[in-house]
């Protein structure tokens, strides 16, 4: 059974730091490319960043430029999302997803295959 579970969320006060972990059960990474989106309340979700399966060539949301940094372990079936200097609109839950693609690029934009159930980011003093 294919799997996306994401973990590391919580609060954090402005200016923090949080790093998001995915771990994929069921299938391996190393073909995909994976994505963090977010969705805050009452708003749309979007694309946070992507990482390409080859090379690990990496895209950012204009928002997030400078402050988040994704990464991929592919021996561990893992990617990560390390977010510092955090603020009160990074708040959301966050979510992994991925698609099968082997090659040098990511787009957010694309339909993603496989979605983890999410984990709560809360940016707050």
């Known amino acids: 059974q294919l799997q996306l579970v994401e973990s590391g969320g919580g609060l954090v006060q402005p200016g923090g730091s949080l790093r998001l972990s995915c771990a994929a059960s069921?299938?391996?990474?190393?073909?995909?490319?994976i994505g963090w989106f977010r969705q805050a309340p009452g708003k749309e979700r979007e694309g946070v960043s992507c990482?390409?399966?080859?090379?690990?060539?990496?895209t950012y949301a204009d928002s997030v430029k400078g402050r988040f940094t994704i990464s991929r372990d592919n021996a561990k079936n893992t990617v990560y999302l390390q977010m510092n200097s955090l603020k009160p609109e990074d708040t959301a839950v966050y979510y992994c997803?991925?698609?099968?693609?082997?090659?040098?690029?990511?787009?957010?934009?694309?339909?993603?295959?496989?979605w983890g159930q999410g984990t709560q980011v809360t940016v707050s003093s």
């Open positions: 997803a991925v698609y099968q693609e082997y090659g040098w690029g990511c787009v957010l934009s694309a339909e993603y295959d496989y």
């Open positions: 069921g299938f391996s990474l190393r073909y995909y490319v």
């Open positions: 990482i390409s399966s080859i090379g690990g060539r990496t």
